[in-house]
Structures are given as structure tokens and as C-alpha cells.
């Protein structure tokens, strides 16, 4: 018999919806093994104890913030990693081709065992393996309360955006190899090419060939805020006025004050950071 794959999946994360899709995906193969995490820290535990017993393939379920943390367990080890994009934006799943709410499928992509070597990045103590921003959007993350989630759903989102496209925007510095620095009020930077609710936003991306694609926006005023969304959407956002694209490998980003940033959707801490790839890559199963 084929060796059982291990599948780390939270339940609370989906409150009633959770006990269904379990049974669900517990009823795709009987060499699927369900662990069932109770919060992020047991999830770091499950995961660090299959990679001790030596697990070759450790599988996830949910959205980008709990596969990124499984990432950063497994990256130290030869785990290849298998993906059931369950979450609310799922870029990374996007990003890869994965089939969306067609779990049956995704398990069918582990099955057939094509994988693909990506690359993943340091930011300060963190990683990401699709996207990471300082500034704007970090800030919108910060300021949109569980209670506006419950109530708004992703539009909470676009309140919190309007508020904090009001504030004073910070002064940011990107810092690039050569030693260039260009300065900005907010920074995105992707591995991949997708952002946001699966937006096209840096069009030259590529997730393994070692390099991060960086966007400075130089403002974030309500109407700047408009103007590179409409870039971005038109698939301009390089040739739209106040955004700077530069691909390098690695970045330093200060501010004269404290200036949150996330990575792949999760609050990771404050500047100073410097973002370089890892030492090695991902092997993760896709289409």
C-alpha cells in the first residue's frame, strides 16, 4: 500500500463549515491523515513532528497565512508540499494553477506528483512565498478589526482602505543591491505575480527565478489611491505615474518612524527589514 500523506487542516478556522469539510477530505483516499490543528502555535507543532518522524509529503488545507506557516517549518527539511486551497484569497493557490474550490482536484495533483520548485524569501524574522507589503497595505491588515471581518466580510477591507488612504503617509526608503534608494509613501513586493483579490499586478514575475519584483508607490492619497488601482487593473501599472517597478534580489526597507509590514496576508512586524531569498527552494505538487 502507498505511504499514508499527512494533511494538516484547521477546523476553527471555518467554524460549522469546518466538521463538513473534513469528512470531505477525509473522504477523498484512505491514505489521507487528517490532523486537525486547534490555533496556529498546535499547527507549528503537528507540523514540526511529522517533519521529525520524517514525512517525505505533509499536505495543507486553508488560505495563504497557514500554508505560509507551514512553509517556513518545512523549508529546512526535503518535505514536498501538497496543497488544498481553502482560505479566503488563496493567491499562492492561484499563483500555482491550483483548482479552486475543487478540493477532489487538488488531491488529484498530489496523486499525479508533478511538483515545481519555487522560491521563497526572508523578510526580518519571516517568509513569503508570494507577497509581502510595508506601509498601505500592511497598515489596512492592522486596522481591520475582527468584528468589521465578521460583519463586512472582505469588504471591511476597502473601509479600512479609505481611512488609512486619509492618513499622512509615511517616508519610506528602499534600499536596492547597488545601493540605489528611492523613496516612497508604500511598497509591495511579490515572488509571483498576483495580488490582492488575484489582480495581475507585477507582470513580469516569476516564482523561481530568484528575484523579488518590487513596486514603490510615492503617494497614497485617496486620488493616488485611485489612479494605480486603475493602472494596475488596466495592466499599466508601470507605466502609471507616482509607482517605481524594480526586480532585484534583495532589499533593505527603513523609515523615520515604525512602519508596519505583512507577508502573504499576516501582520510580520515593523522597519527596518531586509528581504533576501532562502538558501533553498520549495517542492510543492501542481497541475
Known amino acids: 500500500m ?33 490532523f486537525e490543528t486547534k490555533d496556529h502555535f498546535h499547527l507549528k507543532e503537528i507540523a514540526s513532528e511529522l517533519i521529525s518522524k520524517g514525512c517525505s509529503k505533509i499536505a495543507v488545507a486553508g488560505g495563504d497565512g497557514t500554508i505560509n506557516a ?10 514536498e508540499l501538497g496543497i488544498f486551497p481553502t482560505g479566503t484569497m488563496n493567491l499562492f493557490a492561484r499563483e500555482l494553477g491550483l483548482p479552486l ?12 506528483g508533478k511538483k515545481k520548485k519555487v522560491d521563497v524569501f526572508k523578510a526580518g524574522e519571516s517568509i513569503f512565498v508570494q507577497i ?12 481591520t478589526s475582527w468584528e468589521n471581518k465578521k460583519k463586512f466580510g472582505r469588504f471591511s477591507y476597502l473601509i479600512s482602505a479609505f481611512s488609512v488612504a486619509n492618513q499622512d503617509p509615511p517616508a519610506i526608503r528602499v534600499i536596492l543591491e547597488s545601493g540605489k534608494i528611492i523613496e ?7 515572488n509571483g505575480a498576483l495580488y490582492g483579490p488575484a489582480l495581475r499586478l507585477f507582470s513580469e514575475a ?29 495592466g499599466r501599472a508601470e507605466k502609471t505615474k507616482g509607482i517605481e517597478y524594480v526586480r532585484t534580489s534583495k532589499i533593505r526597507i527603513e523609515s523615520d518612524s515604525e512602519v508596519p509590514f505583512e507577508v502573504d496576508g499576516e501582520l510580520a512586524g515593523v522597519t527596518p527589514i531586509d528581504f ?6 520549495l517542492t510543492v505538487f501542481v497541475p
Open 101 to 112: 474550490n475543487k478540493l477532489k482536484e487538488c488531491w488529484q495533483v498530489i496523486e499525479k
Open 184 to 190: 516612497g509613501a508604500f511598497v509591495l513586493i511579490g
Open 206 to 234: 516569476s516564482n523561481d527565478d530568484r528575484l523579488l519584483d518590487v513596486m514603490v508607490f510615492k503617494n497614497q492619497s485617496p486620488t493616488d489611491i485611485l489612479r494605480y488601482v486603475s493602472g494596475v487593473t488596466l
Open 70 to 79: 507551514v512553509i517556513e517549518l518545512i523549508l529546512s527539511s526535503d518535505v
Open 2 to 34: 502507498s505511504e499514508k500523506i499527512p494533511l494538516i487542516f484547521n477546523p476553527s478556522a471555518h467554524a460549522e463549515r469546518g466538521r463538513q469539510l473534513a469528512d470531505k477530505l477525509r473522504g477523498f483516499s484512505d491514505r489521507i491523515e487528517l
Open 132 to 143: 509581502a507589503g510595508v506601509g498601505y497595505d500592511a497598515k489596512i491588515i492592522e486596522e
Open 276 to 281: 533576501l531569498p532562502c538558501d533553498k527552494q
